[in-house]
């Protein structure tokens, strides 16, 4: 396509308009709307893989809408009554289908590239990792749309009505949306009982992704393989529906749709565990002594190493051999609703806790200190709860030899620890050496194991 057919379709199609409305609702709704893409680590402006994962997710929306303008796209023909002229000139129907469908494409890619240009630049500024393990996201989500406007126009190529664009708008809305919901989830349960859903391989036939829950998390190469397939296979059955002439013509414009289902769900995961997966690179570690951080959060090792030392050293004074030795990032990504694991050879460190990324100094210290006593046992996406805090508070000042309010957290709920910690920790020093080490030691093989009630072990309730 030559330089003056593009400007000529751009004047003459809803392109410029489609590619529009996509970027500035997306903009918007990132921007104005107060969601979990601004907070923690995997807000989509703090890492490039969180960005490309954001954008996507968008794709909810904003692909019904490329499908949509696709299908308004395809009636100009027959709004504009030229059809029957059309069909009585030289030029071929492919080559004016190429036109049409790849104005239109083209325009929604582009779009598509800004955003995640507009979100990149962002994380440029925030991030000292940069990696191109993002860059297939991206690909597919801005393929997504192409297609899906293709699929618009050949649909309504074959069914000229006015109701056809927003009838598909609609289907297409109902399609993301159960992929995301019921058809597109398993109901199954923990290894405690806990019930809950995981994303099955029909759900990755939608363009749009699940929201981000971890920094490391990624979609597996298969993920981006199968999507693409079914995508192509989407935009050949669009486009072989622009030029059929007769009904034989688009029953077999179907094929290619219909073969790139098929082949797409035998190339997608079946695991859940295949389909969002580890970036091992992005969690490799890097170390300075012995606390470490992931490449990802690499520029944060100077602020962590510090206080990782003290802690260390604070914890084997109170403890002795049976003290951490490292301080180390958790890089285990678990599905939401199981319960956590821990060593106690290691402090974790999460750049999501509160308490941790409110810290800085000698409370950044302490409050290592408290992980490392008391790592929690809240089951992933879940609400902590107050008795760990109070605990953990006890921890930290039975280290100290005073008791401190440990930072993070709401004022509220600082508060109960500190007031439901006093008590606590006035009888735990109250006893003898011996039988505070050995609550210390029940309180920590409650946390490790996460069995057990670690505040009733450091009263001594478990023992009794």
Avoid at 390 to 411: D, I, K
Wanted: with cysteine; net charge positive; glycine share 8%.
């Amino acid at each position: 396509m030559n330089t003056r057919v593009l400007r000529t379709e751009l004047k003459r199609s809803v392109a410029p308009w489609a590619g529009a409305v996509v970027l500035t609702s997306a903009l918007a709704f990132l921007y104005l709307v107060n969601g979990t893409w601004w907070t923690g680590t995997t807000a989509w402006t703090a890492q490039w893989t969180s960005m490309a994962l954001w954008t996507r997710a968008l794709l909810f929306y904003l692909w019904p809408l490329a499908v949509g303008f696709g299908a308004l796209q395809g009636l100009r023909d027959r709004r504009s009554k030229m059809s029957e002229l059309l069909t009585t000139t030289s030029r071929p129907a492919w080559h004016r289908a190429g036109a049409l469908a790849g104005t239109t494409a083209t325009t929604l890619a582009s779009a598509f590239a800004l955003l995640v240009l507009t979100g990149g630049v962002q994380v440029l500024a925030h991030t000292a990792y940069t990696h191109l393990g993002w860059l297939p996201i991206s690909l597919v989500g801005a393929l997504s749309l192409a297609a899906g406007a293709v699929l618009g126009m050949g649909a309504a190529r074959a069914l000229p009505s006015v109701l056809t664009p927003p009838l598909l708008t609609v289907g297409a809305f109902a399609f993301t949306a159960l992929m995301q919901t019921t058809l597109g989830r398993t109901q199954t349960a923990t290894a405690s009982g806990i019930p809950r859903t995981e994303p099955n391989r029909i759900s990755l036939l939608s363009p749009a992704v699940q929201d981000v829950r971890d920094t490391l998390d990624t979609l597996s190469p298969a993920v981006h393989l199968g999507q693409t397939i079914w995508l192509l296979g989407m935009a050949a059955t669009g486009f072989a529906l622009l030029v059929a002439a007769t009904p034989r013509a688009r029953l077999l414009a179907l094929a290619p749709v219909l073969a790139g289902a098929g082949i797409a769900l035998l190339v997608l995961p079946s695991d859940p565990n295949r389909m969002y997966v580890l970036d091992k690179a992005a969690a490799e570690p890097v170390c300075d002594g012995p606390v470490c951080v992931t490449r990802t959060h690499q520029a944060q090792l100077a602020d962590v190493a510090g206080p990782g030392r003290q802690a260390l050293g604070l914890l084997h004074a109170a403890l002795g051999s049976r003290a951490p030795v490292s301080v180390r990032e958790n890089t285990t990504v678990l599905p939401e609703g199981t319960t956590p694991r821990w060593s106690s050879r290691a402090v974790p460190v999460d750049f999501d806790d509160d308490v941790i990324t409110a810290a800085k100094g000698a409370e950044l210290t302490w409050a290592l200190v408290g992980e490392g006593m008391v790592p929690g046992c809240t089951p992933v996406g879940w609400s902590g709860t107050g008795e760990e805090d109070v605990a953990r508070t006890v921890a930290v000042g039975w280290v100290l030899g005073e008791l401190r309010s440990l930072p993070g957290s709401t004022p509220s709920r600082r508060h109960y620890a500190d007031t439901a910690a006093r008590p606590v920790w006035k009888k735990l020093k109250a006893l003898p050496r011996a039988e505070q080490l050995a609550r210390i030691d029940a309180m920590r093989t409650a946390a490790f194991s996460c069995k057990g009630d670690v505040l009733q072990a450091l009263a001594g309730s478990a023992s009794r």
